[in-house]
């Protein structure tokens, strides 16, 4: 069974960076697409970012493209979020969401992963 664990959240200025990570433990990471969602107090978790399985390709939400970049270490199993430009409506409790084999750069929807971390915090204060 496949676990995840996020690191990297905090509270920073507007403005500022921040670069998330996403360690996982398990069955073979090389082998499985991997994403980042978000979710804000009161409102549904959203897809943020997506990698496929051997970083070649990516997609964004609109609300981060040009400020967020997703890569991925596979011989250290490890995923990341890179944030920059951070903004007020960028505070949320960030999951990173993993499916072996899954659906690439077009898995955006929650449905499209089985397995999620426990989530990490990022507040952007004003």
């Known amino acids: 069974q496949v676990q995840l664990v996020e690191s990297g959240g905090g509270l920073v200025q507007a403005g500022d960076s921040l670069r998330l990570s996403c360690a996982a433990s398990?069955?073979?990471?090389?082998?499985?697409?991997i994403g980042w969602f978000r979710q804000a107090p009161e409102k549904e978790r959203e897809f943020v970012a997506v990698?496929?399985?051997?970083?070649?390709?990516?997609n964004y939400s609109d609300s981060v493209k040009g400020r967020f970049t997703i890569a991925r270490d596979n011989p250290k199993n490890t995923a990341y979020l890179q944030m920059t430009s951070l903004k007020p409506e960028d505070t949320a409790v960030y999951y990173c969401?993993?499916?072996?084999w899954g659906f690439g750069a077009s898995a955006v929807k929650v449905a499209d992963y089985d397995v999620w971390g426990q989530g990490t915090q990022v507040t952007v204060s004003s």
């Open positions: 969401a993993t499916k072996f």
């Open positions: 398990g069955r073979a990471f090389s082998s499985s697409t």
């Open positions: 990698i496929n399985r051997n970083g070649l390709m990516t």
